[in-house]
Nanobody
Framework: QVQLVESGGGLVQAGGSLRLSCAAS????????VGWFRQAPGKEREFVGS???????YYADSANDRFRISRDNAKKQVHLQMNSLKPEGTAAYYC???????????????????WGQGTQVTVYS
């Protein structure tokens, strides 16, 4: 079973950048899509984007070109680069694994095989 640990969150001024990382252990990394979700205070958790084993990124309709997801299979890591951050980007960010042994992308639906513990991002103006 895969386990996930996020890092890279913190306090950042509006307009700044952060790079979140998700490190995987256990399981067979190639069998999983890995995605990012976020949950702002008082709101439901929402899908941000994901990366398939081939590294192909998939983004939520609400995502924009300020977010970029990348995947390093050798290191078993997935990264979320966030640029030009806005205060409404304040949220707990979670990475998640979706079992996909036959490949294909993930748009955040279906069963989540594992969640990370989350990392807090706070954007101040």
């Amino acid at each position: 079973q895969v386990q996930l640990v996020e890092s890279g969150g913190g306090l950042v001024q509006a307009g700044g950048s952060l790079r979140l990382s998700c490190a995987a252990s256990g399981g067979t990394f190639s069998n999983y899509n890995v995605g990012w979700f976020r949950q702002a205070p008082g709101k439901e958790r929402e899908f941000v984007g994901s990366a398939s084993f081939t590294g192909s990124p998939y983004y939520a309709d609400s995502a924009n070109d300020r977010f970029r997801i990348s995947r390093d299979n050798a290191k078993k890591q997935v990264h979320l680069q966030m640029n030009s951050l806005k205060p409404e980007g304040t949220a707990a960010y979670y990475c998640a694994a979706h079992h996909a042994p036959y490949g294909g992308g993930w748009h955040g639906d279906g069963e989540v095989a594992a969640w990370g513990q989350g990392t807090q991002v706070t954007v101040y103006s």
